[in-house]
């Protein structure tokens, strides 16, 4: 399913991921037996999640990750690395199923939330309550995206705005020292509870090269992308990869640093679809910063859920970049 994009995307325009409305659901299932509604509060958003569990839980989820090739230049085509819904994916997408179910620790989390925002940031809330976890990637996604059959190790990997570090998590055994950064001081907490070394936002890139830069749905959330990548090419091993996520369509939002949440740079993306943005991001993007694209995909940006839904998604192309000194822009 493919959706409009608001801050994250949103078909209500409130809840900031893809959100299921019961005009979606009422073609797939028989509605006979919630053909009475609730009238409390709390009891008719248990029943419109009960909709929305069941229309997922029908939902063809291959759906995520197809692609029309048809539309993108043959050469960049020609790198597309078909991906599915493996086990490691189910498994979040059952942990927030299973989370989102337990309805006192939701409710709590609606209150605190409201308490909070008064003074910190809703990535250092979800931090700070451990909750909104994302997945990307799998382990074996990964390998996949490498063309590897599993013998594949390496010693650095930094993994900028990392998060919780649970995205971090399904690709950390391929190196020997995992590095990160974050701004948000409880993120910072739970990264260095998980082993990894935390540096500093401004000064990652004086503190050695590395073999892997991870960059997952960072470039949409900074003040200023085209600097990043070239920090990140300069912070590269020359034989170094980048592994880089992007959500599309393309919708910039800086949660800290900006008065209007607008970026300083504007990322120069053209294209209404997914293809024609993918074509763009390589061409216009990664191309003049350096990079040259060695595979790409298509996932699901996968969210654990709340008292409405179980789990969100947006649509997220994924790269493996290596630096290219072909069509760099000085």
Not at 65 to 80: E, G, H, Q, T, W
Not at 173 to 200: D, I
Not at 237 to 248: Q, R
């Amino acid at each position: 399913m493919q959706c409009a994009r608001d801050e994250l995307q949103d078909i209500t325009q409130s809840a900031g991921m893809t959100q299921i409305k019961d005009s979606q659901c009422k073609d797939n299932f028989d509605f006979s037996m919630y053909l009475h509604k609730p009238r409390g509060t709390l009891a008719r958003t248990i029943y419109n999640k009960q909709l929305s569990d069941t229309y997922m839980a029908k939902f063809d989820k291959s759906q995520w990750y197809n692609c029309d090739l048809s539309r993108i230049p043959p050469p960049l085509a020609a790198k597309f690395i078909q991906l599915d819904h493996d086990k490691d994916t189910m498994k979040f997408i059952e942990q927030s199923e299973e989370k989102s179910n337990w309805i006192f620790l939701q409710i709590w989390h609606v209150i605190v939330r409201c308490v909070l925002s008064w003074f910190m940031t809703q990535t250092s809330i979800n931090g700070w309550l451990r909750r909104g976890s994302m997945f990307v990637v799998s382990s074996s996604q990964f390998l996949k995206l490498l063309k590897s059959d599993g013998d594949w190790h390496r010693d650095t990997i930094i993994d900028l705005g990392a998060g919780d570090g649970g995205v971090t998590a399904h690709i950390a055994p391929f190196f020997s020292k995992v590095y990160a950064t974050e701004v948000s001081n409880t993120m910072r907490n739970l990264l260095r509870s998980r082993g990894y070394n935390v540096l500093e936002v401004e000064t990652w890139d004086m503190d050695g090269k590395y073999d892997m830069i991870a960059c997952l749905n960072l470039l949409d959330r900074c003040n200023t992308p085209l600097q990043l990548l070239k920090q990140i090419r300069q912070a590269l091993n020359p034989d170094g990869l980048l592994f880089l996520a992007l959500v599309l369509p393309f919708s910039a939002y800086v949660e800290i640093g900006s008065e209007n949440h607008k970026p300083e740079e504007l990322l120069p993306i053209v294209g209404k679809t997914f293809e024609e943005q993918i074509a763009s991001v390589v061409k216009d993007v990664f191309q003049p910063s350096g990079f040259s694209v060695e595979s790409w995909s298509r996932v699901p940006y996968l969210c654990e859920g709340d008292l409405r839904q179980s789990y969100y998604w947006l649509d997220d192309a994924v790269f493996i970049l290596r630096v290219s000194d072909e069509n760099i822009s000085n």
